[in-house]
């Protein structure tokens, strides 16, 4: 996206990188957490950061519905606005990366190109996408805020609401660096498998 403003600079700070390590002790990245409504992605963060802080490790969750209340409050659930919504977030995530905190996201992010992009923004390294994996049934049983309910009596009347794995389309991720089937995994073995990943790929630092 080109940007709007003119005569603006980008100010480096007088902090570096391996200065915050051990304050943070972790290595910095955005935990990407991807999947359909009602499959675990906030309970899962949630606990995940309570986790990390409980070890002494910086973290941070950025919640979809969070996001909406305010940085994104003017954008809506079309695929343009969900496409806006994900680069924002890029764009908070990779500030927050710079801070040095272990940044975990938790969005439908239903479309493959706009992680990709976010991806992109961010260094080899920084970026972990997690698919939080439940078959739709599943999460139709829960829908703990009736979504499913009111996509499905609005499609039936004809309207529709582009409510993702209703009437709008959610793209699984193809390679994600690790993989949730909530089908069978409860919050305490996500966070587990969480925690492993992130000590075997060396994000933890300090003792």
């Excluded at 990390?52 to 994104?72: I, K, Q």
């Excluded at 954008?75 to 806006?84: I, K, M, N, V």
């Excluded at 975990?104 to 260094?123: C, E, G, K, N």
Aim: with cysteine.
């Amino acid at each position: 996206m080109t940007s709007k403003a003119t005569n603006i600079v980008w100010h480096g700070g007088h902090v570096e990188p391996a200065e915050r390590l051990g304050l943070s002790r972790v290595r910095p990245a955005v935990l990407w957490m991807t999947g359909l409504s009602g499959s675990g992605k906030s309970t899962v963060a949630m606990a995940l950061e309570k986790a990390l802080v409980n070890d002494r490790r910086m973290a941070f969750v950025l919640d979809g519905d969070n996001v909406r209340h305010g940085l994104n409050r003017n954008l809506g659930f079309s695929a343009e606005d969900r496409t806006e919504n994900i680069r924002r977030i890029g764009e908070v995530a990779k500030l927050f990366v710079s801070a040095g905190l272990m940044t975990i996201t938790s969005f439908i992010s239903p479309f493959r190109a706009d992680r990709d992009a976010v991806r992109a923004l961010l260094r080899p390294g920084e970026f972990i996408e997690v698919f939080v994996d439940a078959p739709l049934e599943m999460c139709e049983s829960r829908d703990p805020k009736g979504l499913y309910k009111k996509a499905r009596s609005s499609l039936a009347s004809g309207k529709g609401l582009e409510f993702t794995g209703i009437d709008s389309p959610y793209e699984p991720p193809l390679h994600p660096e690790v993989h949730l089937r909530t089908e069978q995994m409860d919050v305490n073995a996500c966070v587990n498998a969480l925690m492993a990943y992130l000590s075997g790929a060396g994000y933890f630092t300090g003792i």
